[in-house]
């Protein structure tokens, strides 16, 4: 861990370094307003428990390995490295942002792919988020907002038109007071504990008129905490509300 607990007033890394490796900013405090990383591949919990005012990842990064900002405090993160290979992340507990505090969060608007697990079990501050990305991938934002631990539900969750796919678990483990759906999605959540929104509190659900199918297993399993409901949808999935009454 070279620089573990620094505190540092400028970090500039020079066009020749191809790799930030494994721990090497360990719980260091970073004062710049913005730190910029162009380096081609982050390792293993390079930047784990650090803090930055503002992190952008730019197109230059091509390979982040799993772990690498868990536990960081991030005020603003830009993430603008749609093509880079998420190295070992393969669960909820591997995720590269794995309990880092995002308070702001902005996608590149070329990103039209959330990858699996990308923001599983981080800690998201933003009280309203727009989800208008074509495809979500599984476990996505699994526990991102109130993740069991963490009690910080967001107040207003929307799900645009603009999304086409929603991967199994995607919204998992979250506590949302009001989910705006939006979208005619398809899924490839296959039974009732791998549902879009499984586990998921929800306090208020919109649908939006224009949205003909909930997808099968949708909310299965999920905690509606909503006393009466209308569902006008035309086409209901598979088990899309089973259980979800049950809290």
Not at 69 to 90: G, R, T
Not at 106 to 128: S, W
């Amino acid at each position: 861990c070279p620089f573990a607990y620094s505190e540092i007033e400028h970090l500039e890394i020079g066009s020749r370094v191809q790799a930030i490796h494994d721990r090497t900013f360990y719980q260091t405090v970073f004062r710049q307003p913005e730190v910029e990383l162009h380096v081609p591949s982050i390792g293993k919990y390079a930047f784990d428990n650090a803090s930055f005012e503002t992190l952008t990842l730019t197109e230059d990064v091509r390979s982040i390995d799993c772990l690498a900002f868990s536990e960081a405090k991030i005020q603003k993160l830009n993430y603008n490295c749609p093509e880079a290979e998420l190295a070992h992340v393969d669960s909820t507990s591997t995720s590269l942002f794995y309990d880092a505090k995002i308070s702001e969060l902005f996608l590149v608007e070329t990103m039209d792919r959330i990858p699996d697990y990308l923001f599983a079990n981080a800690d998201l501050q933003m009280k309203e988020y727009v989800i208008d990305r074509e495809y979500i991938g599984k476990m996505a934002f699994f526990g991102a907002w109130s993740n069991g631990v963490i009690e910080n539900p967001i107040d207003r969750l929307t799900i645009t038109e603009d999304v086409a796919f929603i991967g199994a678990k995607a919204f998992g483990q979250c506590k949302i007071r009001n989910l705006q759906y939006q979208a005619e999605v398809e899924t490839d959540a296959v039974s009732s504990v791998t549902g879009i929104f499984y586990m998921s509190d929800l306090y208020g659900l919109e649908v939006a008129d224009g949205v003909q199918t909930i997808p099968d297993y949708c909310f299965a399993n999920a905690k509606l905490h909503i006393p009466e409901y209308t569902v006008t949808t035309p086409k209901l999935g598979t088990a899309s509300f089973y259980n979800a009454w049950n809290a």
